[in-house]
């Protein structure tokens, strides 16, 4: 009987210590997962604030440039919105014309586009188009202000 109870006081220290093992596994995988994710969230995001996004042109039709020359009688019409680093004291607003921000931003993004030659506006070279701008934007604005540019409507007649 003795070995019996000696038999059972065993395999319970065991099945106890194999329990422990599990909880204590289960709790280094789940400290180590929350982590992992949070370190990749960080990283996705740039640590950078939010933007304030800031659409070019008439809010319905967007922007409509004739591009590739005088002569040329083709037409670009685009939407473009800027995603901007919010500025500290927030954008003025200008009435009817807008921001004076917008208006500089307008500037720039229309002389990127006229500048361009029709072949430029080619389906491949689109992320080269949205850098142009970014870079031209940024330039009158101040350096970092666009975060990124976003092309929302794009029709080449």
Do not use: C, H, W
């Amino acid at each position: 009987m003795a070995e019996e109870g000696g038999k059972k006081l065993s395999v319970m220290v065991i099945v106890g210590l194999i329990v422990v093992g599990l909880i204590l596994a289960g709790g280094i995988s789940y400290f180590i997962a929350t982590k992992v994710i949070s370190s990749r969230g960080d990283a996705g995001k740039g640590g950078r604030e939010p933007g304030v996004f800031m659409k070019l042109g008439d809010p319905k039709d967007g922007l409509i440039v004739n591009i590739g020359g005088v002569s040329s009688g083709r037409y670009l019409k685009i939407a473009v919105v800027l995603e901007l680093k919010p500025d500290k004291k927030g954008m003025a607003i200008g009435g009817k014309a807008g921001s004076p921000e917008e208006i500089k931003a307008l500037d720039a993004t229309v002389q990127v586009l006229r500048s361009q030659k029709v072949e430029d506006f080619e389906p491949l070279r689109q992320e080269r188009l949205k850098d142009l701008i970014k870079a031209e934007v940024n330039k009158v604005l101040g350096e970092d202000r666009v975060y990124e540019v976003y092309i929302t409507n794009f029709v080449l007649q």
